[in-house]
């Protein structure tokens, strides 16, 4: 598809509000899953952190556990 000028190509023949709004809605949900993904990355990596020191503590099992599922 070829366009006369760079406002014809923003206006995509009248769809452009159903055209840009899909690809701002897309790198809304793109970007707010790489925000949850590194959440969960801190949260795995703070339970693993935990979970060695209770190991290398020599503490209970059952306390231990229960450190790191809290």
Do not use: N
């Not at 590194?38 to 556990?65: Q, V």
């Amino acid at each position: 598809m070829q366009w006369e000028s760079w406002s014809a190509f923003w206006q995509m023949g009248g769809a452009a509000p159903f055209v840009w709004g899909s690809y701002g809605i897309t790198a809304l949900l793109v970007a707010g899953e790489l925000i949850m993904v590194m959440h969960r990355r801190k949260d795995a990596l703070r339970r693993l952190l935990r979970l060695r020191r209770a190991r290398a503590g020599g503490g209970s099992g059952r306390r231990a556990f229960e450190e790191i599922v809290e």
